[in-house]
């Protein structure tokens, strides 16, 4: 009997987007998206509530907020040390790295050929075991976390970039070169353009990675702060609503970082025909 | 690749152990500084370099140090021994493989329901990107303690983890691969009266199947990251992950470079498989390049 409610919400949270799935405009589209997620959060609340699930296996949504109000300095110290500290200063150090490099590259065929095999082979490794080895050589603080973010974010952006500086056809190269451009007005005015829809595609594909990088390089050792080592300890302590909060600060902040890049895509490469719409 | 291509890679490959050496004499010369310092005597460079290339716990292991690590850990045991790399692989593989089978059921299973249901379409997928932007691995470590709090243990919640991280490259590929069949094709089938699960049987997933194989090669590079960092809270003692972390914990880094050597390996032989599986398909299907 108790399962009714829950059954009864589901259905008509389902119904509902059936019939508003129909209209299918842009408002329409958000809300059924909406009306999904509360569905899931309201459905949460109920399992564990009627079948009283003991907090140390899932805590309730409600409970998780309560944490979140009431550790918001904590939340926030630890939101500086990992996210801003570790991972964005890793993330823009790697990226600019492997653009430079990208560049450097894009002028000798022979490296080209060498490198982007092996900086293939390289971006399909599970290189968050590298941070073991970066603590030991870094210390403790964020700085280790920002190397394991610029060595993870590295090659994605760095396959992708010398793929795009490669992206310009035989025509338009055949142009500059009539217009007798030299080499730094050819990368300027043209390749480099050419090249941005595939580097935002890097760049968007390592936001979650410098993220997933900063913490998990700490659970390796961390000073007394940040999201990893406060995961890593509220879970000692059975603290799950905690851990919760931290994972919603994760999964806002992760949202908010590929959301900043993907409008910043939106503003450089609004030539693109997959900007189009 | 292209035979073209081997002597470029190769001189790449060679100055990146060029570089290791050196990186790795300097790293571990201040070790060796300090210990003649203390014993008062000087170490010219002709002793430095050689002492420097076989410590017990190099700051950076030099190459052959840790081919002589991989070697030992995969040929000097015997397999089902503890300290064997094979057996640790074993481990790490078998959650690895069983979480890519959930995930990669649960990708097409959501790809092809998200295909025919206009409102599933709407609802799932923007929350199934939104899931992407969780740092899932950030969060491994407590799913595995609280699955153990729960009495789950062993291969399930490494496999969930493997399984959340391998959904999502599986699902974006699919629904595209099943979204592929033009206008053209959809009416030809309706010309024939065929009904959905016909449609989907012998049009959408025959013409999905390029997109499925690039798919799993992403997928099971990322099931195989999800299992390592599911083994390293504290507790797991077996696997490429707990490897790391013991090795970490006791400044063995000879060992955890061999863990690393061995991950990547295993990492090179699941996407080459699953590519080799792909050209067989393909070929069999004709649609081969």
Known sequence: ?277 | MRRADLVPILTVLLVIVAVWYLGAIRMNATWERDQAARAGTEVTWSQLIPLTLTQDRPVLPAPHQVAVGLWEGVAGQAITSRRSLVWHAWVTLSATLAGFAIGTAAGILLAVGIVHSRSMDQSVMPWAVASQTVPILAIAPMVIVVMASAGVTGLLPKAIIAAWLSFFPVLVGMVKGLRTPDAMQMDLMRSWSAGRPQVLARLRLPSSLPYLFASLKVAIAAALVGTIVAELPSGATAGLGARLLSGSYYGQTVQIWSALFMAAILAGLLVALIGLIERRVLARMGLAA
């Open chain 1, 1 to 277: 009997m108790s399962a009714l409610p829950i059954i009864g919400v589901w259905l008509g949270g389902w119904a509902v987007n059936i019939w508003l799935s129909r209209f299918d405009t842009r408002a329409s589209r958000t809300l059924v998206a909406v009306i999904f997620g509360a569905t899931i959060i309201a459905l949460w609340e109920m399992i564990v509530r009627i079948y009283a699930i003991p907090t140390v296996i899932l805590p309730a949504p409600s409970q998780i907020a309560a944490s979140f109000a009431a550790n918001g300095s904590i939340l926030w110290t630890d939101f500086v040390q990992t996210i801003l500290k570790g991972a964005l200063t890793g993330w823009l150090i790697g990226a600019g790295a492997a653009i430079l490099t990208a560049i450097a590259i894009d002028r000798s065929p022979f490296l080209q050929r060498g490198l982007l095999p092996i900086g293939n082979f390289v971006a399909a490794l599970p290189i968050v075991g590298i941070a073991p080895i970066l603590v030991m050589w870094f210390g403790f603080d964020w700085q280790s976390k920002a190397a394991v973010v610029v060595v993870m974010v590295f090659f994605p952006i760095l396959v992708n970039m010398v793929a795009g500086l490669r992206a310009t056809d035989a025509m338009q190269r055949d142009l500059m070169a009539s217009w007798a451009a030299p080499y730094g007005a050819s990368l300027w005015k043209l390749r480099l353009p050419a090249a941005m829809p595939f580097l935002f595609n890097g760049l968007k594909i390592t936001t979650t990675l410098a993220l997933i990088g900063a913490i998990v390089a700490e659970f390796f050792g961390s000073p007394t702060r940040g999201m990893g080592f406060r995961i890593s300890t509220a879970v000692g302590r059975l603290d799950l609503p905690l851990v919760w909060a931290e994972i919603v600060v994760a999964a806002l902040a992760g949202t908010l970082f590929y959301g900043l890049v993907a409008a910043l895509e939106k503003k450089v490469t609004f030539w693109h025909p997959s900007q189009r719409r």
